[in-house]
């Protein structure tokens, strides 16, 4: 079966650095998404990793190791609006987007 | 630019009856997909629409069924409603086949079914 697997829950200090990871074993990748989703709101995204490496974007940056199923999404200066749930979803050999639970991540002043 | 939108925000059904959700596509985008998520999970793919075909379907029962519009815009359809059912449906766009395109999301139709 697929699956993706990312903590429940994690908790943060306001101007911290948080690394949120992402294991996944699915039927093929065509790359892998994380989200960031408020609640009662939509996913928005965040950002799109493809290739092994890192990918910076300001505050935000997230890394794909393909060979160990494996992503992380890095945030930096952690302010309290980013009090959010980050859901990691990978595209699989059919297209289609498997998603984690997603990690709700609690910043604390 | 239009961002997507979904019509209504919430429903209230019951048990056995049908329901069509509605999703306008964010401007310039060809492609409609739909997801079910459950309180506290990720969403599920029910399936999605290019050009007015549908172009892939996750686990569902075909009594989801979907639609597309000359204008890209796309109607979710769930017949016989169970107590399941009751989830944020998420309508996400994007320009292209799909294939690896960025998804935007509307805002989502919180469905409960009594």
């Known amino acids: 079966g697929q699956n993706i697997d990312q903590p429940t829950e994690m908790t943060a200090t306001e101007g911290a650095i948080v690394q949120i990871n992402c294991t996944y074993q699915t039927s093929g990748f065509n790359g892998l998404f994380w989200y960031q989703q408020h609640a009662g709101e939509a996913p928005t995204f965040l950002s799109y990793n493809v290739l092994d490496g890192l990918e910076e974007k300001g505050r935000f940056s997230s890394f794909l190791s393909r060979s160990k199923g494996y992503s992380y999404l890095l945030l930096k200066e952690l302010q309290m609006k980013d009090s959010a749930s980050y859901l990691c979803a990978v595209m699989d050999s059919n297209y289609q987007l498997i998603w984690g639970a997603g990690t709700k991540l609690i910043i604390k002043p | 630019e239009t961002g997507v939108t979904q019509s209504p925000t919430h429903l209230i059904k019951t048990r056995g009856q049908q329901v069509t959700l509605r999703c306008s596509s964010q401007?310039?985008?060809?492609?409609v997909s739909w997801y079910q998520q459950a309180l506290g999970q990720g969403p599920q793919f029910i399936f999605q629409y290019y050009r007015e075909e549908e172009n892939g379907r996750g686990n569902f029962p075909p009594r989801f069924s979907g639609l597309q519009f000359p204008n890209y815009s796309s109607e979710l359809n769930v017949n016989a409603l169970e107590l399941d059912d009751s989830a944020l449906y998420l309508c996400?766009?994007?320009?292209?086949?799909?294939?690896?395109?960025?998804?935007?999301f509307g805002p989502g139709t919180r469905l409960t079914v009594l």
């Open positions: 401007s310039g985008h060809n492609t």
């Open positions: 996400a766009s994007s320009y292209g086949d799909g294939h690896t395109d960025t998804q935007y």
